[in-house]
């Protein structure tokens, strides 16, 4: 009794000593975080800094929301090969507040995530995963696919070059121009509010999902992007969306981006197309033999 009640002791001392150093953990955060935010690299006119090559490594392209691993597609034959990570989530509060007709749409992508309805309708991006076909990822999906991008900075104008697909997106400072068609990646107007780049993105055509899981939205998508470097080597991403047409009230995703470091470290050519041909156009009998 006395060997277990000593061992039970020593148990809670352990736990208190290590509640206790957790208690002092915060303080040393935010002074290491003020540190690392006064080494932010900076352009002549004082702004950040954020050229360079940056990937997230979440697990949101395969379901923005909390997620458990699952098996990928075709598992009978691939085993683990193509299986999802288990994931947290980017959505702040893990909810995503659809209309009641929504969430049936939802439903309805999730279970048809595979199907390629390949025909001269503009119909057939109804059904399959728009990253099944290879189209361009879309705003913020792109921030979050498993490939790195790259930004460029000017005072007049940011660039995004994205990995996947080669797809890129200019970012107009200063402006509040309007978008003159509808596209896969919108239109971006950008500013400066204090260190943080806050991008308003519209002119979306309504075809891109923000994930493989069917989550989707209408092309009256809105989107407010938050680009803050907590260091040289860190930017907390956090972006607002709005779409009228398909959730009852604007909602919030957050999530960290990495800077390659590597001195070799480039962006390196993912063209999707080929890998795509026989899945597009076998249907149609013009794949050559």
Known sequence: MTTRYSIALTTVALVAIV???MDTQPAAAQTVSGEARASVPRTAGGQPDLSGIWQSFTTANWDILAHSAQPGPHSQLLGAWGAARAGRGIVEGNELPYQPWA???QQENYANRMVANITNDPSRFDSGD???QC????VPRA???PFPLQIFQTPEEIIIVYEYKGAYRTIQMDSESEPPTDTWMGWSNGHWAGDTLVVDVTG???Y???DRAGNFHSDALHVVERWTP???YHIRYEATIEDPKVFTRPWNMSFTLYKHIDPDAELIEFNCIPFVEELMYAPLGIMGK
């Open 230 to 232: 907590l260091s040289p």
């Open 19 to 21: 509640f206790s150093f």
């Open 204 to 206: 979306f055509n309504g």
């Open 143 to 145: 921030n979050y696919m």
């Open 103 to 105: 969430v049936a749409k």
């Open 208 to 210: 891109t999902w923000f």
């Open 130 to 132: 728009p990253e099944l």
């Open 135 to 138: 189209f361009r990822a879309g």
